[in-house]
């Protein structure tokens, strides 16, 4: 089973956008090679990154199943922020995916169900020399688990803290995502944009994928005089 159609048996989808390619390492180019390594069979396992939100941690955890499974190896990403509408015997037989990728893990912190989930899942896929990814927005030292033998097991492996994109950083990952949608984002209007959301680059992502749809539809580039007019008359 390839990891899409994983990803259908558990009700989650991965956005196409995901991809190592489409992920501007910045400082952050260690970890971006061990997952890209881990998703290829290759690696140490488990890998555990953290940061804070909009730091890239969803996006390079769906990358790696991406990855994964554009090589004929099975991936499952499992999104525990939304563990609410889940339920912990989705952990169950997991362990049969060459890479498992579990995102927002201090969602289910101090969950005593939960917590006893992932701790026999992570025993499983060892046991079977699978590959196990973790992603929170801290480090395991710092997770509010009850269940201590859970937490050794997200240190044995590598921990990376997902270092934050400078201001040239954050444009180039703008004009990246730009050059994937197929238009060139002029460095002016980039800049503009990132005064207007100064830090968060997901918002970012999704003020600049709504202005490309507006410049489509009119015809023009996205000048700073363009997108303003846009803003103000739309309200983005």
Same mark, same amino acid.
């Given at each position: ?9 558990l ?11 489409? *992920? ?10 061990? /997952? ?5 069979g ?12 909009g ?16 090589r ?8 525990? %922020?939304?563990? %609410? ?10 362990? $049969?995916?060459p890479? +498992? ?7 289910? $912190? ?8 992932l *701790?026999?899942? *992570? ?11 973790? %992603?929170a927005?801290?480090a ?6 009850? /269940? ?23 444009? $180039? %990952?703008?004009?990246?995502r ?45 000048? +700073?005089?363009?997108?303003?007019? +846009?803003?103000?008359?739309?309200q983005?």
């Open positions: 089973m390839n990891a899409t159609a994983r990803q259908l048996t009700g989650i989808r991965l956005r196409d956008s995901a991809r190592f390619d489409s *992920f501007l390492p910045g400082p952050n180019a260690e970890p971006l090679a061990a /997952l890209r390594a881990l998703a290829e290759q690696g140490e396992s488990p890998l555990y990154c953290w940061g804070p939100a730091s890239g941690r969803s996006h390079l955890l769906q990358a790696a199943c991406q990855h994964a499974g554009a004929g190896r099975g991936a499952a990403y499992l999104p525990l %922020a939304e563990h %609410a509408a889940l339920d912990p015997a989705m952990l169950e037989g997991l362990e $049969a995916m890479l +498992v990728c579990l995102d927002d893990v201090q969602a289910v $912190a101090g969950e005593a169900h939960w917590e006893e989930g *701790f026999h899942l *992570f025993n499983r896929i060892r046991e079977r020399g699978g590959a196990l990814a973790v %992603a927005d801290c395991p030292a710092a997770l509010p688990l009850a /269940l201590p033998d859970l937490r050794s097991r997200l240190e044995w492996g590598l921990v990376y803290a997902l270092a934050p994109l400078d201001d040239a950083q954050r444009l $180039a %990952a703008l004009q990246l730009a050059r994937r949608r197929g238009f060139e984002l002029p460095d002016d209007t980039g800049r503009y944009l990132m005064r207007r959301v100064p830090r968060d680059m997901p918002a970012l992502f999704e003020l600049l994928d709504r202005l490309d749809e507006a410049s489509l539809a009119a015809q023009r580039r996205l000048t +700073v005089p363009f997108v303003k007019g +846009v803003l103000g008359e739309k983005i």
